[in-house]
């Protein structure tokens, strides 16, 4: 079966870093996805990675290594506006979507 | 401002009703999503349309029903046949012909059955 696994719940400092782990096993791979969901809130895209390493954009960096099945989302200089649900999703060989359940981000003042 | 509306943004419906959920995107878009999201879940796919006048069953999509008339619209359909109908219910759409195929979403319509 396909499977996506993130922690559920990670409690973070303001202006500190945190790391977000995303592992994944699914039946092919076209792409890993990262969403910002707030409360109630419908989610909001960050960033894409279909190729192995790196991607920076601003505070928000995504890294993949397909060997492993495994990406992180790093989220640096925290703010307050930052506590929300983080998605991971993953795009199968059909072009489908595989969301991983989100991991709800706690930022303490 | 180009963007997903979806609407109602709260919907109570009595057990045993149908209802229909709005969705309307003008990205251009032509693939349009539903998603059913449940506390402690990821997202799941209920049906899906890559073209106008056609869709495709998603994984759970039993008890709900959809039409892509025009591919501005999506509206879903959950009938009384759906068994746990409580839920907040995603709409998306992504452009088939991008390099990343990125899913966009609507603001979503929270249901509850009384």
């Known amino acids: 079966g396909q499977n996506i696994d993130q922690p559920t719940e990670m409690t973070a400092t303001e202006g500190a870093i945190v790391q977000i782990n995303c592992t994944y096993q699914?039946?092919?791979?076209?792409?890993l996805f990262w969403y910002q969901q707030h409360a109630g809130e419908a989610p909001t895209f960050l960033s894409y990675n279909v190729l192995d390493g790196l991607e920076e954009k601003g505070r928000f960096s995504s890294f993949l290594s397909r060997s492993k099945g495994y990406s992180y989302l790093l989220l640096k200089e925290l703010q307050m506006k930052d506590s929300a649900s983080y998605l991971c999703?993953?795009?199968?060989?059909?072009?489908?979507?595989?969301w991983g359940a989100g991991t709800k981000l706690i930022i303490k003042p | 401002d180009g963007g997903i509306t979806q609407s109602p943004k709260y919907l109570f419906r009595k057990e045993g009703q149908n209802v229909t959920l709005s969705c309307e995107q003008n990205?251009?878009?032509?693939?349009m999503y539903w998603y059913r999201q449940d506390p402690g879940q990821g997202l799941r796919l209920i049906y899906y349309?890559?073209?106008?006048?056609?869709?495709q069953k998603g994984d759970i999509a039993e008890g709900y029903s959809v039409s892509r008339e025009k591919k501005e619209s999506f509206p879903l359909t959950v009938t009384s046949a759906q068994k746990n109908p409580t839920a907040f219910y995603l709409c998306?759409?992504?452009?088939?012909?991008?390099?990343?195929?990125?899913?966009?979403f609507g603001p979503g319509t929270r249901l509850t059955v009384l």
């Open positions: 990205l251009n878009h032509d693939a």
């Open positions: 349309s890559q073209i106008v006048n056609d869709f």
């Open positions: 999703a993953v795009m199968d060989s059909n072009y489908q979507l595989i």
């Open positions: 699914t039946s092919g791979f076209n792409g």
């Open positions: 998306a759409s992504s452009a088939i012909d991008s390099s990343t195929d990125t899913q966009y």
